[in-house]
């Protein structure tokens, strides 16, 4: 770009997810190349982001939702932001990006009622709903945007196959400066904190999810620890915009079903949200991380993990088949109990440990937020250049 630019970017939460993570990292590796981004997320409980941020960021207001339902949230979550950007103190930007469903619904009506020009939208994944309604909210969230991104070229395809929308190619980062594999004094403030023995210590990420394979890595942990008995399991996150309660309480279920006590110093620790400063702390006390997903936009923790020279257990999917090589990390059949146990097994195994470590740092140095932004930014300047309708593959 020829002149600094101001970004709108937005998000679903102020919570610790992957996707929110990416906006915030991406906006500071902006901001660090001389434009102001500002990541924008619905705030109910209006205690900020989850983290600092070398960036501007805004906690729109929000109402407290009551109801379960997922299209409640998502009809609130919109009207929030649209309740926002319908004041013209608030649109002061020469683009708006959208990283998720809610954000890109909101910016479809923004854009169809002419207060917002043609906006952006990264698509990271895409969830099934049973509620046509919110299915439709997902769609008009993609195909009514002026340019569409994608982290993976998965991803790229799944959108011109489902929606017939041609997108973009970007990429996620890592910050090797804060993820490292350098101890500090949180290693040890976490390892008491959690209650963590000896080990060897498994690592999960997202909280109880269909998608994360919660289920099915509790039930391979079982496996483990019958070779194992002082192995641990930690299960960190959780905070989704979307309700899991029903998935949650099969694992908790499969938990008592398999003698797996479930507290600080058991078999499995429920860690939660952790505060970001112990993120990397986690990665690196952990032996290795269980992260067989059902599906992925990219894996943002695969990475962070890697650089804190941790090895991964990973899906034999894309997108993980797209920048891991075979040798990089322990591949699983996710819908295979047995095939991920054996996997978390490889990927404990200190003789192969060195040589993985090795290879994982070589994956994590390939991804840095300034390319990232640099590429965004390519992506900007032709969306700004051509601010017309959606951009809709030719066989659709």
């Known amino acids: 770009m020829t002149r600094p630019l101001r970004i709108a970017i937005l998000t679903h939460s102020t919570n610790p997810r992957g996707g929110v993570s990416h906006c915030l990292s991406l906006a500071e590796a902006l901001t660090a190349l001389g434009h102001e981004a500002v990541v924008h997320a619905p705030d109910p409980a209006r205690l900020g982001f989850f983290r600092p941020a070398a960036c501007a960021t ?21 009207a929030d932001y649209w309740d926002w950007f319908s ?18 619904s909101a910016l479809a009506e923004l854009h169809g009622a002419g207060l917002i020009p043609p906006f952006v939208r990264t698509v990271h994944h895409l969830d099934h709903f049973s509620d046509p309604r919110v299915e439709a909210r997902q769609r008009r969230a993609v195909v009514e945007a002026g340019t569409a991104l994608c982290v993976s070229d998965t991803w790229v395809e799944l959108l011109r196959a489902r929606y017939g929308v041609d997108a973009g190619r970007v990429s996620n980062g890592v910050d090797v400066g804060a993820f490292s594999p350098r101890p500090d004094a949180s290693d040890a403030a976490v390892r008491a904190r959690l209650g963590l023995g000896e080990g060897p210590i498994l690592l999960a990420v997202g909280g109880r999810e269909p998608r994360k394979n919660s289920l099915r890595i509790i039930e391979a942990f079982a496996r483990v620890r019958a070779r194992h008995p002082r192995a641990q399991l930690v299960i960190v996150g959780g905070a989704s915009v979307l309700d899991h309660s029903a998935y949650a309480r099969l694992c908790d279920e499969a938990l008592l079903r398999l003698n797996l006590g479930a507290r600080p110093g058991g078999a499995v620790v429920l860690a939660g949200p952790v505060p970001q400063a112990e993120v990397p ?99 900007y300047a032709a969306h700004l250049a051509v601010p017309s309708g959606p951009r809709i593959a030719a066989h659709a």
Not at 88 to 101: E, I, K, S, T, V
Not at 304 to 333: H, K, N, Q
């Open 58 to 78: 805004v906690s729109v207001p929000a109402c407290r939702i009551e109801s379960r339902s997922t299209h409640d949230m998502v009809e609130q979550r919109v």
């Open 87 to 104: 004041a013209p103190g608030n649109r002061a930007f020469d683009l708006y990006h959208a990283h998720d469903g809610i954000g890109g």
């Open 281 to 379: 702390a986690l990665y690196r006390v952990a032996d290795a991380l269980a992260f067989p997903s059902l599906q992925e936009g990219f894996g943002l923790s695969v990475v962070e993990a890697m650089a804190c020279g941790t090895p991964v257990v990973v899906s034999r999917i894309a997108p993980f088949t797209e920048y891991l090589g075979p040798d990089d990390a322990a591949w699983a059949e996710p819908t295979d109990v047995a095939s991920i146990a054996g996997a978390m097994e490889d990927a404990l195994d200190p003789r192969a440990r060195a040589a993985r470590v090795a290879r994982g740092h070589a994956v994590a140095a390939r991804f840095d937020w300034a390319s990232s932004a640099r590429r965004h930014l390519d992506h």
